[in-house]
Nanobody
Framework: QVQLVESGGGLVQPGGSLRLSCAGS????????MGWYRQAPGKERELVAV???????NYHNSVKGRFTISRVNAKNTVDLQMNSLRPEDTAVYYCNAETSGTAPPTFYGLEYWGKGTTVTVSS
């Protein structure tokens, strides 16, 4: 059974920092692009940051320069370092794994989600 488990959410003041972690199990995550999404109350889920299986990264414009995504394939983990947090960053953050374009055929079309961790930025 494939699982993604997020941790590290919490309450932080504006300007503060948090580090989210996602631990995966049950498959070979080297064949997956890993991402962090978020969903604020009343809004649609949006992509925050993604790191491909070969380490390329991409970020939502609103977090560029503030957030950094990283992964350690040997540990099946992906982290999101969030600095200079703003109230508008408040959301439930979800870890996502989606088959990489370089994955073997047996991995085609696979996608997994964690249950989410809540980040609240407020004074």
């Amino acid at each position: 059974q494939v699982q993604l488990v997020e941790s590290g959410g919490g309450l932080v003041q504006p300007g503060g920092s948090l580090r989210l972690s996602c631990a995966g199990s049950g498959t070979i995550f080297n064949f997956f692009d890993m991402g962090w999404y978020r969903q604020a109350p009343g809004k649609e889920r949006e992509l925050v940051a993604v790191i491909t299986s070969d380490g390329s990264t991409n970020y939502h414009n609103s977090v560029k320069g503030r957030f950094t995504i990283s992964r350690v394939n040997a540990k099946n983990t992906v982290d999101l370092q969030m600095n200079s947090l703003r109230p508008e960053d408040t959301a439930v953050y979800y870890c996502n794994a989606e088959t990489s374009g370089t994955a073997p055929p047996t991995f085609y079309g696979l996608e997994y989600w964690g249950k989410g961790t809540t980040v609240t930025v407020s004074s």
